[in-house]
């Protein structure tokens, strides 16, 4: 009944006319950059921290904006699927399966529409999932000691290339490196100058908003020269919607599967949205059996995926709020923006700034009802937008960068810093390193450091100390396997996966 | 397939922890604290894992990527020299001045008609400004 309680407050918050606002230019934000091709949530959020921080808006009203362009780019992402068959990123992939084809038939609005509704349920599910889950794992995260929480950073760093991840070295290669710049710097507990160079800059570490917004938004426009897209992509018209409530009844249960799906999947360690849809999409396909024509424009195989990736997205904000170690690439941006409002994330969030947490989930909730109200109407104009070439948007997205970097910081020094973290992020994307695990090294090595020595001084210098409780023990070996398994069975799954993928657009191809 | 990107990658990673955990040993000792824990300690661990990952990829390295070469490396090139020209110039000319030119040169290096990358580029560059500079509050600079 407290949580209730609490819930409410937060609605309160989220819905002052001024937060309702933000709420709602990030949710329309957040769409557009989903459903721009190549730019993904992760991207959006990156880019726009620095904006949201600079603005000096209030900690909660900034909160709801990036958390409203978070559930946005989640929602958006499906429209470039349906309707160009490129996937705004990886948990969209699932939906162009049977969304293009839909589209191809002709019934393009009433698949946008199909995605909508069913995003907007697996949203729901998964905040519901969240509220219930997120204030049970804190209070059980307070017993955690300065040991466990070593062992959880571990355990962030070794599931996060996740299941489907390719070589568990490079995560870590990623891991050690993120680790190595956070520890750049004035050392806290003692002064000591660490890796400064005498560089007056260095003495106050290395920014971490601007080198993820170098990391990603620079390096997606070197790797898009490189490969310059033909871009004469066949347009799809939207015709008028012809959705009728009947069918929208029919997809229920399949919906209500996929977003418990991807809740599960969300929360998880390592798992994230990409596995959140391809699990609801294969289960339901096992479910309906023969009777459905998966990849040939089936509704469900649109439904299913959509409600299993924002059900996923929500799960994953669940070991982000409570334990302060984010599940996926977006959430860990999330953690960046937390970290740089001064706020730690962890189980003492939920008592400390309770209000922030409770208004940021109600923001989720708001955020997603606006998203179908505004996405059902309005799709025309994403459409439209979806139109603008390339080669104008990213470079117009880098200056929206320039221009965010610039109005936290005031100094060229930092943009062409950020150049030169862009610059450093297409060689890593090209050597196949993984850039999330840098981004979460940098933000969680201060904190990882300190937990070490806190475990080292309590146990007077003895190492063992690190696994000598029952759950510090679980969580390592949950850690180890996690970088282990997928080495075992992962590149099984992958190829699974990308065979699914691959049958399913050979299959297209010979329909047309 | 070759596969001499990752073992390059893994020379120069197991240099970079080399000389990261070397410089981690020639901090002075700080004055009175515990010595199990100094500020050595947690990046010594870290050049310590990064010298075995860095060994595993030497030995274990994955097939190459490919590479940029010819045109498009000579393309990347000039758009990272752009970006940096860009980050130097913005307090010089202004901010509307060096986006426009900035976004320009990209925009038509990615295959933009000139006219219209620098008509687009120039508009943006404004409405931007003014939005930044007079609704939002931020000052940009306006050069010169």
């Known amino acids: ?512 | 397939m070759s596969r001499v990107g990752d073992r390059l990658l893994g020379l120069l990673l197991l240099l970079l922890a080399l000389a990261y955990g070397w410089s981690a040993q020639q901090w002075p000792e700080p004055f009175g604290s515990a010595e199990s824990f100094g500020p050595e300690t947690f990046p010594t661990i870290l050049s310590i894992t990064l010298t075995l990952v860095s060994l595993f990829l030497m030995f274990k390295p994955d097939p190459d990527e490919a590479w940029p070469v010819g045109k498009s490396a000579l393309e990347i090139v000039m758009a990272v020299l752009a970006l940096f020209v860009y980050a130097g110039l913005l307090e010089l000319l202004g901010f509307i001045l060096s986006t426009t030119i900035a976004v320009s040169f990209l925009s038509w290096r990615m295959g933009a008609k000139p006219l219209h990358a620098v008509l687009i580029a120039l508009s943006c560059a404004t409405g931007v400004f003014l939005l930044f500079n007079y609704l939002l509050d931020l000052p940009l600079p306006l050069g010169f």
């Open chain 1, 1 to 512: 009944m407290e949580t209730i309680q609490y819930l409410m407050d937060g609605f309160a918050v989220a819905l002052t006319p001024q937060n309702l606002m933000f709420a709602l230019i990030g949710a329309f934000v957040g769409t557009l950059i989903g459903a721009l091709p190549g730019l993904g949530p992760a991207n959006g959020v990156a880019i726009l921290i620095p904006l949201a921080f600079s603005l000096a808006l209030p900690v909660e009203t900034a909160l709801i904006l990036l958390t409203a362009v978070y559930a946005g780019a989640m929602y958006g992402g499906r429209i470039s699927s349906i309707l160009l068959n490129i996937p705004g990123d990886e948990p969209a992939m699932m939906t162009c399966l049977d969304g293009y084809p839909m589209a191809r038939q002709g019934k393009a609005a009433e698949a946008l529409a199909i995605s909508a509704i069913a995003s907007f349920v697996g949203s729901l599910l998964g905040t519901l999932g969240l509220i219930a889950l997120a204030p049970i794992l804190a209070k059980f995260a307070l017993s955690f000691g300065p040991a466990e929480y070593f062992a959880l950073f571990a355990l962030a760093f070794a599931t996060l290339g996740g299941i489907t991840g390719k070589n568990p070295a490079k995560t870590l290669v990623a891991a050690v490196l993120g680790l190595m710049i956070s520890t750049v710097g004035m050392d806290i507990s003692t002064g000591t100058q660490r890796y400064t160079f005498n560089i007056l800059k260095l003495y106050e570490g290395i920014d971490f908003i601007l080198a993820i917004v170098g990391l990603f938004a620079i390096s997606e426009l070197l790797l898009f020269i490189e490969h310059r897209m033909k871009g004469n992509q066949e347009r799809i018209k939207v015709g008028k919607l012809q959705l009728s409530f009947k069918e929208i009844i029919r997809l229920i249960p399949t919906t209500l599967r996929g977003g418990v799906l991807g809740f599960i999947a969300g929360v998880l360690p390592g798992a994230g949205a990409s596995l959140g849809s391809f699990i609801a999409y294969t289960v339901e396909k096992r479910v309906i059996g023969s009777k459905g024509k998966f990849g040939d424009g089936d509704a469900r195989g649109i439904a299913a995926p959509e409600s299993g990736n924002n059900g996923a997205a929500s799960g994953a904000l669940v070991p982000m709020l409570t334990l302060g170690v984010p599940g996926s690439g977006t959430t860990a941006v999330l953690l960046a923006m937390l970290i740089s409002l001064n706020i730690t994330p962890g189980p003492l969030m939920f008592t400390q700034n309770a209000a922030v947490v409770w208004s940021v989930i109600a923001a989720l909730l708001i955020g997603n009802l606006l998203l179908l109200i505004l996405n059902i109407p309005m799709i025309g104009i994403f459409v439209k937008l979806l139109s603008i070439p390339t080669h104008y948007l990213l470079p117009l997205v880098t200056m929206i960068a320039f221009v965010g970097i610039y109005s936290i910081s005031h100094s060229s020094f930092d943009l062409g810093f950020m150049v030169a973290f862009g610059v450093a992020g297409y060689l890593l994307r090209k050597l196949e390193i993984p850039l999330v695990p840098i981004i979460l090294g940098m933000l969680l090595g201060p904190e990882m450091e300190k937990n070490l020595g806190h475990a080292l001084v309590l146990s007077d210098g003895n190492w063992l100390a690190l696994w000598s409780s029952p759950l510090s023990i679980g969580i390592w070996i949950v850690a180890i396997s996690g970088l282990v398994l997928p080495t075992l069975i992962g590149k099984g799954l992958r190829r699974k996966m990308q065979a699914d993928v691959k049958q399913e657009t050979a299959s297209l191809m010979t329909i047309n």
